[in-house]
Structure formats: C-alpha cells, structure tokens
T-cell receptor, first 110, second 115 residues
Framework: GENVEQHPSTLSVQEGDSAVIKCTYS??????FPWYKQELGKRPQLIID?????GEKKDQRIAVTLNKTAKHFSLHITETQPEDSAVYFC?????????FGKGTKLSVIP | DTGVSQNPRHKITKRGQNVTFRCDPI?????LYWYRQTLGQGPEFLTY????????KSRLLSDRFSAERPKGSFSTLEIQRTEQGDSAMYLC?????????????FGPGTRLTVT
C-alpha cells in the first residue's frame, strides 16, 4: 500500500518568514495530493491540493509543488502569521482513501 | 451549517461496552469515509461508502467494528466489546464522488475514551 513520509515533525518560524513542509510517497499510482491544517481539537481543514497532471498550484500565501519523478511534494507558506500555527498533514490518494503523513507542528513566533 | 456533522462529539465508555457513532455528510456528497486518528498521528483510513454500498474496509477494521449507510445518507460506526486500544478520534469525511472531484471534507470527529 501507499506510504507517506512527512518532514519535519516540528517547525518554528518567525512571523513573516516562510515555512516549507516536505512529503514523499511510495505508490506511483497516487494522483491526488491534498494538504490539511488541523488546529488543536478541531477537524482537519483542506487548505490546498494538487493533482498529478500539475506541477505547482498557488493560493494567496500558500503553494504546493509536486515532483512526480521523485515522488515528493511540498507545502510552502509565505509571510507566515501567528494564525498559521497548527499541525499540517500531507496526504496521497490513488482512488478513494487518503494516506496521511504523520504531521508537522508549525509554530509561528510573533 | 452545511458541513459534515458527527455525533456525539465525545464518548466515554467502559471496556467491554458497545458504542455507536453517527455521521451526516454534506448533502450532495455520495461518498463517505471513516478514519481514525490517535494522538500525534495523521488520520488512518477505516472504510468507505459509495452511496449505501461499503466498497472498502481497512485491515484496521477488526470484526468488532461495523459500519452502515442504510439509505446512502447518514452513516453509523459501531464498535462492539470496546478495548482501551480503541480510544481515539473517529473522523468522518465526505466527497462528491463524481469522478472529477477528489476533495474530502472532514467532520469534527467523535473522541472515544475507553476506561
């Protein structure tokens, strides 16, 4: 089955700096890669996603890049703000089920 | 609120008891998924429904677990003879399932504590 590795597990950045979270996947059949943000005690919230026929997607301060050959994808957050502090999960899917990474706890220091 | 809803939000039960959780998906979504999340981990897939048909079950779903979606709308997840290892957040998600939309939207979860 699919295996998703996510790094780093924790990340601290100063407010205004950029944050990058990286994930690798194992199944070349995976074709959909969403990112979720989960605040403490709340539901995972879909923040951006990318399909395998696209190399990069951007939505305001967040962007995702995908390298199918290397089987890795990354989340980039620019101009970080304290409200970006949360746990971020990457996931990969080939059909229906999502396989998640273990998460990255992002702390944005004011 | 037109998002995915789950009830109850919290459940405390004693080992050996049965529990049932309910999920109401977004109304036009015909795919419904159950995941389990333990502390410090990402959600793990349990099972999924296309309308009322249960199409896939993870090996994580032991014989003590059963899920239904009788009319293709809400779903229930039952755990029989609960064990302490069942303590987790049980998340439900739904998606459109039109073959073009892949986005899964999660409910707030039911936190189960088995004492």
């Amino acid at each position: 089955g699919e295996n998703v590795e996510q790094h780093p597990s924790t990340l601290s950045v100063q407010e205004g700096d950029s944050a990058v979270i990286k994930c690798t996947y194992s199944d070349s059949a995976s074709n959909y890669f969403p990112w979720y943000k989960q605040e403490l005690g709340k539901r995972p919230q879909l923040i951006i996603d990318i399909r395998s026929n696209v190399g990069e997607k951007k939505d305001q301060r967040i962007a995702v890049t995908l390298n199918k050959t290397a089987k890795h994808f990354s989340l980039h957050i620019t101009e970080t703000q304290p409200e970006d502090s949360a746990v971020y999960f990457c996931a990969a899917s080939g059909s229906y089920q999502l396989t998640f990474g273990k998460g990255t706890k992002l702390s944005v220091i004011p | 609120d037109t998002g995915v809803s789950q009830n109850p939000r919290h459940k405390i039960t004693k080992r050996g008891q049965n529990v049932t959780f309910r999920c109401d998906p977004i109304s036009e979504h015909n795919r419904l998924y159950w995941y389990r999340q333990t502390l410090g981990q990402g959600p793990e897939f349990l099972t999924y429904f296309q309308n009322e048909a249960q199409l896939e079950k993870s090996r994580l779903l032991s014989d003590r677990f059963s899920a239904e979606r009788p009319k293709g709308s809400f779903s229930t997840l039952e755990i029989q003879r609960t064990e302490q290892g069942d303590s987790a957040m049980y998340l439900c998600a739904s998606s459109l399932g039109d073959g073009q939309s892949y986005e899964q939207y999660f409910g707030p979860g039911t936190r189960l504590t088995v004492t």
